[in-house]
């Protein structure tokens, strides 16, 4: 990620409520990439979106978003730079029909473009006279993804973006957000728990448990770097805690173990060196990554961890 | 044409290279014919399921190789390939493909009379003579 023009920044970050800490908290979002938070929930990932907003304030650290330092005395002119799609619809707009919304955003941005907003509101079949109260949760949240892409924001953070989305406006809105990528200087920061989702859009994948950041990730190499391997355990006198990389292991039956590391080309000439016999081996799915990630972090201080 | 180009996620070998080796191999044999304008690293990151990542260091290799040239603003075309690279290019992939099977052969202690008659084996089947 050299020569990287980050669109954001924290640094040290810190905030805590009676019954949630956060960070601190170290962040860098690279332009022109999709970027997918994941995490269990309550790990932070909404304040963190709203940290950079503005809507929260961090007790500690510095917040910048797009070159500007988030500070209770910021001019929120940069937030026009930004589309936001939440985590939840406002409960509040209910008797408003997502039309005058739509006229009110407008007003709010300078590059809202008419077009796009009924080309986006054609391609999510919206019927945008209804009021959003009396919208399926569905066509509500595409309305609202339609309207945070109208004005073709340079950061777009997506909180949950398929939350209540049938398969067909799924494959859509995967579609229209690798279009909105296409012309390179676009930057996507998104929450999502849907592993389906990280894997078709993100270029890099950040963990954040309990209100820590875990690494940050090339999609790729993630995928590539963490595997479980089978080997057979006759061996008695193996330390396998030295693996490269070793996160777990389980009997798997007969004298066979389950090995699973997050190194995984270190581990196999580790275990070439000891003359063990790889039988079988897997990619691990995001969500048995996050997984390995929550156990290794009760386990031991994050400080221990690589990419951290 | 780029569309048939698969990746094995189960595979041990880094999805860039799974990609170059496949794209190299439809330029080289000239199923992509010079002049062809490629997907945008988006596109094709989005058709793999990879990220952009994967596919720009794909792009750079191939431009670093000769195979690919990239005009600003336009896109990504295949580059004219002269007779005597397509050659080696094309003999590249094949000794690469027999190297691996080698390696695969000398990892369940095959001798190389064994391998040898494999091969001729292998031969034979592709030609129809059994």
Known sequence: ?308 | MWRTIQINEQSAEPLYHQIEVQLRALIVSGQLGEGTLLPSIREFAQQLKCSVITIRRVYQDLEAQGLLRTKQGTGTFVAKVDATDRDRHRLESVIQALDEAVAAARRVQCSDDELQQLFLDALKRHNGET
């Open chain 1, 1 to 308: 990620m050299e020569d990287q023009d980050w669109v954001v920044q924290l640094k040290g970050v810190k905030l805590s409520r009676e019954h949630f800490q956060l960070g601190p908290l170290h962040l860098q979002v690279p332009q022109g990439y999709i970027t997918a938070i994941v995490g269990p929930n309550g790990s932070g990932k909404s304040t963190t979106f709203r940290m950079l907003l503005g809507i929260s304030k961090p007790d500690e650290g510095e917040v910048e978003v797009l070159g500007q330092q988030v500070q209770p005395e910021t001019d929120v002119g940069y937030k026009r730079g930004i589309g936001y799609l939440q985590e939840e619809s406002q409960a509040f707009q209910n008797s408003m029909r997502a039309r005058e919304k739509a006229d009110f955003a407008r007003m709010w941005h300078p590059e809202w473009d008419i077009n796009r907003y009924r080309e986006l509101v054609r391609l999510f079949d919206i019927d945008d006279s209804l009021r959003l109260g009396k919208m399926s949760k569905g066509m509500r949240r595409k309305f609202e993804l339609a309207l945070a892409l109208a004005h073709d924001p340079k950061l777009l953070l997506l909180d949950e973006p398929s939350s209540g989305l049938d398969p067909i406006a799924w494959r859509t809105m995967i579609d229209v957000l690798h279009r909105h990528m296409e012309r390179g200087d676009r930057t996507i920061l998104m929450a999502s728990h849907i592993v389906e989702e990280v894997k078709r859009l993100a270029d890099y994948i950040v963990f954040m448990i309990h209100g820590q950041v875990m690494g940050v990730f090339e999609k790729d190499e993630l995928f590539r770097s963490w595997q479980c391997l089978y080997v057979r355990a006759s061996a008695a006198d193996v330390r396998w805690e030295e693996l490269p990389g070793f996160s777990s292991r389980e009997p798997a039956g007969g004298d066979s173990v389950k090995l699973i590391t997050s190194e995984a080309s270190e581990a196999e000439l580790w275990l070439q060196e000891r003359d063990i016999t790889i039988q079988a081996r897997h990619v691990l799915e995001l969500d048995d990554i996050l997984a390995e990630l929550v156990a290794l972090r009760a386990l031991r201080s994050p400080s221990r961890m690589k990419g951290v």
